[in-house]
């Protein structure tokens, strides 16, 4: 395990990695503006320069490297492009809200929806989304403001949420689990006590035993309660300076670090061809 100097020299170089390849059009920051305004008086706002940022991502979005290609792309690009123009403004559905954020960081799952479903519709799974999250709004707002580092895991409550907003999920898609989903949505309603992770971040730390098997609450939780026991063994104080000179929780912070080292790769992300003959 990392000493402490050791882990915020990881959290600083991880950060600037992240910034400089994801970072740029990001529009988690937004998301979770938007969430915070919505629990506050049901209501987020959109600025001018929020539009800006999310057209610049979608002009930046790169269809190619999940594969998607042609008139798929174009027709997915199409339906992204008329969600954020026309249903993205101020207002109370928090599902167009948290979209430009769900559909960007679990694309993988969108691009299965579109091929496994030609009738898929953006507008109508968020819109759906949205309405349902309305329904669980007392039960995100327990969880709102809460430090994982400070406060003990509700097992049970966090147990009947993830499952709740996993059926969801797989009725609004095409029928499967959707844990990734899920965990994105939990995390972005309170991001200092829900922990983020992906698949890749999954199976390097053996929370699962291979690919195709399907994270579940009960993965979820014993994700939580590692996260819990190894960053409580860090200087607390130490830890709030991080988050105060970043302006993210340090759970968001580990999760940029575990991406680079885990799910993020590099060589196909800066587009590195190098021909050593040539050389």
């Known amino acids: 395990m990392f ?21 740029r059009y990001d529009v988690y920051p937004l998301a979770t503006l938007w969430v915070n305004q919505w629990l506050d008086s049901s209501i987020y706002v959109v600025q001018n320069e929020h539009i800006a940022r999310i057209n610049n991502l ?61 009738s898929f519709d953006l507008n109508s799974y968020f819109n759906e989304l949205g309405r349902f999250l309305d329904s669980r709004k007392q039960e995100i707002k327990h969880f709102r403001g809460r430090k994982m580092l400070e406060e003990e895991i509700e097992s049970g409550r966090i147990e009947k949420l993830f499952n709740d907003l996993n059926n969801k999920l797989k009725e609004l898609g095409i029928g499967h689990n959707e844990p990734i989903g899920v965990i994105k949505i939990l995390h972005v309603c309170s991001p200092q006590y829900f922990p983020l992770i992906d698949n890749d971040i999954a199976k390097a730390f053996r ?5 195709r098997e399907s994270l579940t609450s009960f993965h979820y939780l014993k994700w939580m309660k590692s996260v819990q026991s190894w960053l409580s063994k860090y200087d607390k104080i130490k830890i709030e300076k991080l988050e105060t000179e970043f302006g993210r929780s340090i759970l968001k912070l580990v999760d940029q670090a575990l991406y680079i080292m885990c799910s993020l790769n590099l060589k196909k992300r800066v587009g590195l061809k190098v021909d050593v003959d040539e050389i």
């Open 3 to 23: 000493e402490m100097d050791e882990f915020e020299c990881w959290i600083r170089a991880s950060h600037e990695m992240f910034e400089c390849l994801e970072g």
């Open 58 to 118: 979608i002009d930046d979005f790169e269809y190619t490297v999940f594969g998607v290609y042609g008139k798929q792309a174009e027709k997915i690009d199409k339906q992204f492009r008329s969600l954020i123009k026309d249903f993205l403004r101020t207002g109370e559905n928090i599902g167009y809200a948290i979209a430009p954020y769900l559909f960007t960081w679990n694309f993988q799952r969108f691009k299965k929806y579109f091929i496994e479903d030609n």
């Open 207 to 211: 929370l699962k035993k291979n690919k």
